[in-house]
């Protein structure tokens, strides 16, 4: 069974930068794309951008280009999201999601989610 | 790029069905068949019900049904039953390897 472990929550200022985590086991790592999602007190899910560890080719949503960094650890089957320059509206749940094999666009499997909140 | 645009809530009667839009543009919804619909309870991670427009993962209840007609896509739940009432999002991929997600939709069971 396939599951998707994040790191704990975090409290950041505003300016400043998060480094989420998201360790995969249960399955094969590499070839599957793994691909962020926030979700804003209240509000609705976004899609941030993705990475395939395999390939390393990453895809991001306009919004996000120049600000998030995806990376992936093969060894340690771990995908990292980095959020810089953080504003008090990036205050939200950040979640991982697996992509299903041949599927890039179905979310399989999620992880528990990160609290990330801004605050001066 | 815009969210995909759902009705904020929609309600039924226990054993009524209802439907839940879902509507894009023929650069995502109508340009693609990458469609896909996620229950969501209050604190916790979306689930995936429907992908593929139509098609359920195994364990998904059969009362659950996606569909798509040009720009809109449609999820239906049939039977409703009070463990349905939830948040529900549909996605789609835009063409330009990037996905938009729904605004949401809030079902409460009457």
């Known amino acids: 069974q396939v599951q998707l472990v994040q790191s704990g929550a975090e409290v950041k200022k505003p300016g400043s930068a998060v480094k989420v985590s998201c360790k995969a086991s249960?399955?094969?790592?590499?070839?599957?794309?793994i691909s962020w999602v926030r979700q804003a007190p209240g509000q609705g899910l976004e899609w941030m951008g993705s990475i395939i560890p395999l390939s390393g080719t990453r895809n991001f949503a306009q919004k996000f280009r120049g600000r998030v960094t995806i990376t992936a650890d093969e060894p340690t089957s771990t995908v990292y999201m980095e959020l810089n320059s953080l504003r008090y509206e990036d205050t939200a749940v950040y979640y991982c999601?697996?992509?299903?094999?041949?599927?890039?666009?179905?979310?399989?499997?999620w992880g528990q989610g990160t609290l990330v909140s801004v605050s001066s | 790029q815009s969210a995909l645009s759902q009705p904020a809530s929609v309600s039924g009667s226990p054993g009524q069905s209802i439907t839940v839009s879902c509507t894009g543009t023929?650069?995502?919804?109508?340009?693609?068949?990458?469609v896909s619909w996620y229950q969501q309870y209050p604190g916790k991670a979306p689930k995936l019900l429907v992908y593929?427009?139509?098609k359920r993962p195994s364990g998904i209840s059969n009362r659950f049904s996606g569909s798509k007609s040009g720009n809109t896509a449609s999820l239906t739940i049939s039977g409703l039953q009070a463990e349905d009432e939830a948040n529900y999002y549909c996605?789609?991929?835009?063409?330009?390897?990037?996905?938009?997600f729904g605004g949401g939709t809030k079902v409460t069971v009457l």
């Open positions: 996605s789609s991929y835009t063409g330009s390897a990037t996905l938009l």
């Open positions: 023929s650069s995502d919804v109508g340009g693609h068949d990458y």
């Open positions: 999601a697996r992509s299903a094999s041949g599927d890039w666009a179905r979310f399989d499997y």
């Open positions: 249960g399955d094969t790592f590499s070839s599957n794309a």
């Open positions: 593929g427009v139509s």
